[in-house]
């Protein structure tokens, strides 16, 4: 599942990302949301799906404005580059299968 895959990209930049936080943080639903999907053997919505894109695309927003700061130290540069291009690509798999969705 697509979103299983983003969480656990998203958890190696963050080791203490939970399930219960990303439903919250990215997915904006309720804690329990990808267990009750499992359960049920059923996709997230697309209203979700929708809602992971902007928050995803927000986040890379965030790291490319700490990456255009001046007063940016070059230590953090690297990191920032990272993890806004992490955020993008992930962005894209959502939106790739967002339009699938829509083609079929």
Known sequence: MLVDDIYQ????????????????????????????????????????????????????????LLLDDNSTSQHWVAHFERRASVFEDLASSVLSDLTSRTLH
């Open 9 to 64: 990209t998203i958890r190696e930049l963050e080791p203490t990302l939970s399930v219960s936080s990303f439903c919250t943080d990215y997915l904006d639903t309720s804690r329990s949301y990808l267990h009750n999907k499992k359960t049920t053997d059923r996709e997230v919505s697309t209203d979700v799906l929708l809602t992971l894109y902007g928050n995803l695309k927000q986040s890379a927003k965030t790291f490319h």
